[in-house]
């Protein structure tokens, strides 16, 4: 059988092609791993609630696993996450008033800074602040609720503080969406006019092959990149099913697979067009058997099948239009 070609020697000269994993994973598909990336984000480890479940517990033990994977292959490393209302302990917000909050975070954010900044390339500082429907910019969240609007620029000074050097990241999804878009640009706009605290923008790229609208795609990455930052494509996955379904659906078809493909090969066509702003594209998920739509929004839906790898580690039909340009 004819080697496969590897995406990150492909890509050598656009951006880095990263893959959200986990310490089982790397033990069990460390060969795939390995060879076709040359990014790793944890998928859970290192996030507030799996790494630093009570005051004063932390459990490195998973992260650590993945930062001595990194180190030992040469792979860059994204941080992900900081300051998110996702897998945040309640004890952050025990209390409720401001400062109380505010050193919490500070000493979390020291201590990840003390152990992992060697080996992380960009933070996701705050992950998903934004709302995704009416006129409020953010969303309401536990960390909303205690810090009000500050809640991000707060967040980033503190990471700036503490690790004056680092690259910082604001992440989230239903980027292309141009109503939650023209939230995420004046959220830009506060972090760039209260001190340039950002350094690039996180678009997450969770989408599907109903109603992804290339054009929107392309507006986007010109309008976050007139901001003066640069851009990570961080959690990219393609469903073949719309977000709104939340039922249980048809298995894949020969024509899904056939369209994912083609929007795969479009999709990194703008990418590669855009490689002087874009840093990095990061599939969330190394293959479709370890992709977390297996199950969200719902359990038990068909297999899903977002990735560019099947469950055997063998290249898909989008893989291919990925790598042929
Ligand atoms: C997901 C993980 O993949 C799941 O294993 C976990 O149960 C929930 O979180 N946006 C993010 C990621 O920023 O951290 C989420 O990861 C997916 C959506």
């Known amino acids: 059988m004819p080697a496969i070609p590897s995406l990150k020697e492909r890509y050598r000269d656009y951006f880095d092609i990263g893959a959200a994993i986990t310490p089982q994973l790397l033990q069990t598909k460390g060969d795939l791993i390995k060879t076709q990336f040359s990014s790793l984000t944890a ?5 507030p609630g799996p ?15 993945i930062a ?10 994204r941080g992900h996450t900081l300051v998110w209302h996702n897998q945040t302990p309640e004890w952050f917000y025990e209390g409720g008033d401001k400062d109380t909050l505010l050193s919490r975070v500070k000493a979390h954010m020291q201590v990840m800074f003390d ?30 609720q205690i810090l009000g609007d ?28 141009p109503a939650k878009r023209t939230k995420i640009l004046a959220l830009l706009d506060m972090l760039k006019s209260a001190g340039n605290l950002v350094d690039a923008f996180g678009f997450q790229c969770h989408w599907n092959i109903h ?10 990455i010109e309008l976050y990149a007139a901001k003066g930052v640069h851009l990570q494509m961080t959690e990219l996955d393609l469903s073949l099913y719309a977000s709104s379904d939340k039922e249980i659906y048809d298995a894949a078809t020969p024509e899904n697979l056939a369209l994912q493909a083609d929007l795969y090969g479009k999709i990194f066509a703008i990418f590669r067009e ?13 293959t479709d058997a370890d992709s977390w739509l297996q199950g969200f929004p719902v359990r038990n839906r068909p297999y899903n099948q977002p990735l ?14 990925v790598v042929e340009f």
Not at 43 to 47: L, S, T
Not at 274 to 286: L, P
Not at 308 to 321: A, M, S, T, V
Request: charged share 30%; net charge negative; hydrophobic share 40%.
């Open 150 to 177: 500050n809640l991000v620029v707060r967040s980033f000074e503190l990471a700036r503080e503490l690790l004056p050097g680092g690259y910082f990241v604001y992440n989230d999804y239903n980027e292309i969406m």
């Open 43 to 47: 998928e859970n480890q290192m996030k």
């Open 308 to 321: 560019l790898f099947d469950g055997e580690c063998q290249p898909k039909e989008c893989f291919r239009r």
């Open 115 to 144: 152990r992992y900044a060697k080996d992380i390339i960009a933070w996701d500082v705050v992950n998903e602040a934004v709302a995704d429907q009416g006129d409020e910019i953010f969303r309401d969240s536990r960390y909303h």
């Open 51 to 65: 790494i630093h479940p009570a005051p004063d517990t932390w459990a490195f033990e998973d992260a650590d696993a």
């Open 274 to 286: 855009y490689k002087d702003v874009i840093d990095s594209v990061t599939f969330w998920g190394a």
């Open 211 to 220: 109603d992804l609208d290339l054009d929107e795609l392309r507006r986007s």
């Open 68 to 77: 001595a994977f990194a180190r030992e292959h040469n792979l860059h490393l």
